[in-house]
C-alpha cells in the first residue's frame, strides 16, 4: 500500500491506470476507520483492479458548532486496517494541499437537504458535496462506496454523481447489523446497558412498518404514528425525528408508493441513533420486496 | 465526423477513447461558430488526437432580461465548418438531456466574477461553470481551449479546474486581430465606417498602456487614465469600463507588478467592444514584456 499525501502524486499516478483500463474503486473517508468503513473497502476490493482510501477530515463540512479540531483522529490505526484490508492506494492530503487560498469555486446542493439530519446542519452537505467533486477529479474513480447508514449522504452523492455527470458508479452499500438487528455503529459503545437493549426497537419498529407497507398500509402518517408509539412505549429514548420520503429525491409522499426511505433519529442518554431502511413499494398492496 | 447527441453516448465513447490513452482536445461554445472559434478548433487539431466541439446554448447563463430564445443558432453550418476543422466529435446535446429535471446542486463562483462584465451579470459565471462542470464530465478532456478575447471567462475557468482539482489543461488562446490590430469579433459588422476606422484606437490604447508600463510607470490609475484619454479623444465611443487587475486572480492593484490584465469595453453607437491585454510586469523598470 502506498500513502500518497500530494494531491498531484495520486492523480497522476491513477491517469496512468486508467491508461492500463484499471478500475478503480473508492472509499472516501474522514478516517478513524470503523466496521462500517471496513465493509466498504471490502466490496471495493472484490470490485475493482485498485483500491483508493481517502482520509481527510474536510474543514467544509463542519458548521460553526461543529468541532473540526476535536474530530477523533488515528492515522496509524487507520493505516494499518486499510493495509489488512488489500487498499492499494491511502490518500491523505493536507487541508493546505486540498484548500491551498480561498476557493473561487463552491457546489450548492439546493436540493435533498433540508430533511433528515442535513435539516440541522446547514450547508454540512455543500462542504460534502464540494470535497467530493474534488476527490472524485483527483482520484477519478469507476466506482465509489458509500454506507446506506448516512442515507441521506448517499442521496446527495447520488444527484451529485448524475447531475454533474460524473463518470462513476455510485455503489451504496447495505447497513451492517448486529444479530439482533441494531445497526452497527461506534456510537453504540455509547449506550447504557438497558438502552442498548432498547435500542434493538429502532430496527424492530422500521421492519414492523416495512410489514404493515407489505400488507398494503400506503399511508405515511400511519406507518410513522405506527414507529413513534412503538419507539415511545419501548424504549426511554427521545424521539429526533421518524420521516419517510422518496428516494433518492427525498420528497415528501401522500402514499407510499415507488422507491421510499423510512429514516429515524433517536436520543438517548448519551447519543443519538440513526437507522433507516429503503423499500421499493409498487400500488398493489403485497408489492413492496 | 460524428454527431453525438446523447450525453450518455459521448462519455462512453470517451471512455473508449482514454483507455486507448488518447488525448482529447475540447472546444466548448454555444455554436453560431466564428473565426474565434476556428482559432481554437485548429489549435486542439494541432495538440491532440481527437478534438471535441460542443454546441450548447447553456439556458443556465442568461440572466432574466437576456434573450435565451432568440440567441442566434445555424447548426447546419456550425456543422460544415467543424468539419472543415477536422473535428472528431461534434456534441450537440438537448436542454432536456443536460438538465432532465431541477438539478440538485450547482457551482456557485464566488471570486473573479464582480468585475468586469460579470460586475452586471449576476450569476452568469455560475452558470458558466455548472455546465463546464458537466461538460468537462462529459468530454473528459486532456486539454481545454478557450480564447483570451473573454479574459473573464478564462479566469473563471482556471479557478474551477484548479480549484475543483479537474485533470485538464487550460489552453488560453491569443486573441485574434486584424491587420491594424482591432481584435476580431462578429459583433464589428455592426460598427459604422467612422466607428470602424475609430475602434482601432481600442488595441491602440492597450498597446501605449504597455509601452507606458514597459518605461517604468506601475501606477494603475495613471496607466486607466491614459487610455480612458486616448479613447475619448480619438473615438465617439462611450466608455464603459477601463480596469487593471491581478490576473486571473481578478483583484485590485495598487501597484501594476506580476501577471496583470488591463481590459476595456466600449460602447459605440450600435456595439459595446471589449479589448484587453495581458502583461507579466517584473518589480522593475523595463521589465514588462
Do not use: W
Not at 122 to 127: K, L, M
Not at 142 to 167: C, H, M
Not at 246 to 274: D, H, M, N, W
Amino acid at each position: 500500500m502506498r500513502v500518497i499525501t500530494k494531491i498531484q502524486d495520486m492523480q497522476t499516478e491513477i491517469i496512468n491506470l486508467k491508461s492500463q483500463s484499471k478500475s478503480i474503486g473508492f472509499v472516501p473517508t474522514m478516517g478513524f476507520l470503523h466496521e462500517g468503513h471496513l465493509t466498504l473497502l471490502k466490496r471495493a476490493r472484490e470490485e475493482n483492479d485498485i483500491v483508493v482510501l481517502s482520509i481527510f477530515v474536510n474543514p467544509l463540512q463542519f458548521g460553526p458548532t461543529e468541532d473540526f479540531s476535536t474530530y477523533p483522529r488515528d492515522f496509524d490505526r487507520d493505516q494499518s486496517l486499510a493495509e489488512c484490508e488489500g487498499v492499494d492506494y491511502l490518500l491523505y492530503p493536507s487541508v493546505e494541499d486540498m484548500y491551498p487560498h480561498p476557493s473561487s469555486v463552491k457546489v450548492i446542493v439546493q436540493e435533498r437537504t433540508n430533511v433528515l439530519c442535513g435539516k440541522s446542519r446547514p450547508g454540512h452537505f455543500d462542504g460534502v458535496a464540494t470535497v467530493l467533486t474534488k476527490l472524485f477529479n483527483i482520484v477519478l474513480p469507476t466506482r465509489a462506496y458509500f454506507g446506506k447508514k448516512d442515507a441521506q449522504q448517499v442521496a446527495v452523492v447520488e444527484g451529485l454523481i448524475t447531475d454533474f455527470n460524473f463518470p462513476i458508479e455510485l455503489i451504496p452499500v447495505d447497513i451492517v447489523r448486529e444479530d439482533n438487528g441494531l445497526a452497527k455503529s461506534s456510537r453504540n459503545v455509547n449506550l447504557l446497558p438497558d438502552e442498548r437493549r432498547q435500542a434493538v426497537t429502532l430496527y424492530k419498529s422500521l421492519s414492523a412498518a416495512k410489514e404493515t407497507i407489505y400488507r398494503g398500509e400506503r399511508n405515511p402518517r400511519t406507518i410513522t404514528s405506527l414507529i413513534s408509539n412503538m419507539i415511545r412505549s419501548e424504549t426511554n429514548g427521545e424521539i429526533d425525528y421518524v420521516e419517510i420520503y422518496s428516494y433518492p429525491q427525498l420528497k415528501e409522499l401522500e402514499t407510499i408508493v415507488g422507491t421510499c426511505i423510512i429514516a429515524i433519529a433517536v436520543k438517548f442518554s448519551k447519543v443519538r441513533l440513526i437507522d433507516n431502511i429503503i423499500l421499493e413499494v409498487s400500488q398493489e398492496i403485497g408489492g413492496a420486496k
